[in-house]
């Protein structure tokens, strides 16, 4: 069975397609003989109670600088797609949370991945925080004197911005540090939610771990370590991928949160571990599928598409 498959995202002529998870969803798909439409949020609209978007026909190739083509707009009712991927990036602002309400008009209907509804109220930084025993210390606060306080009980912490995404902002502030009430004030004037504030993990230097979980489920796993001269270990920061196992420690977390997402129908997630410790749950447009199938690892992107079709019925 064929779909007609929508995919609402980022411009698609800036991303990069070696490490772009939702292209390799879109290459599957196309594989899969699906027909590809193309969107920004931009494009929605809500009128009488029915969403439109004007979407383009899309096809891909797995080609950098030649990796799309489009054909002509057109005004159509969203509910006539199969399946939508909803994949743009934070920042999770007023406008991703609108656009979360338009689609949750269309869904389960029309099969939204991830579910509208679920991603708006599991924004990653704060989703986590439900399962506190598997995370190291966390605070997250406004408050200099919450954050003060968290230093001076643990020394050496980082701080990062709560709907941050791709290691941006992410600084790392010992107990002595003269530039925290600097960095402070121009956080403060720059965002206006909160820090995220965490002990720091040493063994970073070692390695992030993304693990990916479809339906709740273990998929596969990449080790992001960080440059010498860099604290983050995103890739799009200069973060090395390397080939990895998961830890029994980690398949315990697997275990633990896998049936939370599937209850929330969080099909396609990524989290992050540090030396045992979960520090963030992604359910906005993981990355790492590209990754991992190149370092050897599963085929996640047809492990996703297997899932959908047997939720839709195909």
């Known amino acids: ?32 003989g699906h027909r590809l439409g193309y969107y920004t949020t931009d494009r929605l609209a809500l009128r009488d109670g029915e969403v439109f978007v004007r979407t383009a026909s899309l096809t891909v190739r797995d080609e950098p600088g030649n990796h799309f083509a ?55 930084k704060v989703f986590v925080t439900e399962f506190p025993e598997l995370m190291p210390p966390t605070l997250i606060t406004r408050d200099r004197d919450e954050i003060r306080a968290f230093r001076d009980e643990f020394g ?32 403060a004037v720059t965002y206006r939610e909160p820090w995220v504030v965490q002990r720091f993990l040493p063994t970073v230097a070692q390695g ?12 596969g796993a990449v080790n992001r370590v960080p440059a010498a001269d860099d604290l983050r270990s995103n890739m799009v920061r200069g973060g090395a991928a390397e080939a990895t196992d998961l830890t029994p420690r980690e398949r315990e977390i697997c275990e633990r949160i896998g049936p939370a997402l599937r209850a929330r129908g969080l099909l396609f997630v990524g989290i992050d571990v540090i030396d045992g410790f979960l520090t963030e749950i992604n359910v906005t ?4 599928i590209r990754a991992i199938k190149a370092l050897g690892g ?12 047997a939720k839709r019925g195909g």
């Open 156 to 187: 050496d912490i980082v701080m990062k911005p709560l709907y941050g995404h791709g290691g941006g902002a992410v600084f790392r502030v010992t107990r002595d540090d003269l530039n925290f009430g600097s960095l402070y004030d121009m956080f």
């Open 70 to 124: 489009l054909g002509e707009e057109r005004r159509e009712p969203l509910a006539g797609f199969d399946v939508i991927l909803m994949r743009q990036d934070p920042p999770f602002d007023l406008a991703y949370i609108t656009a979360t309400h338009l689609l949750e008009r269309v869904h389960p209907k029309t099969l939204v991945v991830n579910d509208p509804a679920h991603v708006r109220n599991a924004p990653e």
């Open 1 to 32: 069975m064929t779909f007609r498959v929508a995919v609402q995202m980022d411009p698609i002529e800036r991303i990069n397609i070696r490490g772009d998870s939702t292209f390799a969803l879109l290459l599957e798909a196309q594989a899969r």
């Open 208 to 219: 992030d771990k993304r693990i990916i979980l479809v339906d709740g489920t273990f998929a």
């Open 285 to 288: 447009s993981p990355t790492g």
């Open 298 to 309: 599963p085929d996640i992107a047809a492990r996703i598409w297997d899932v959908i079709a």
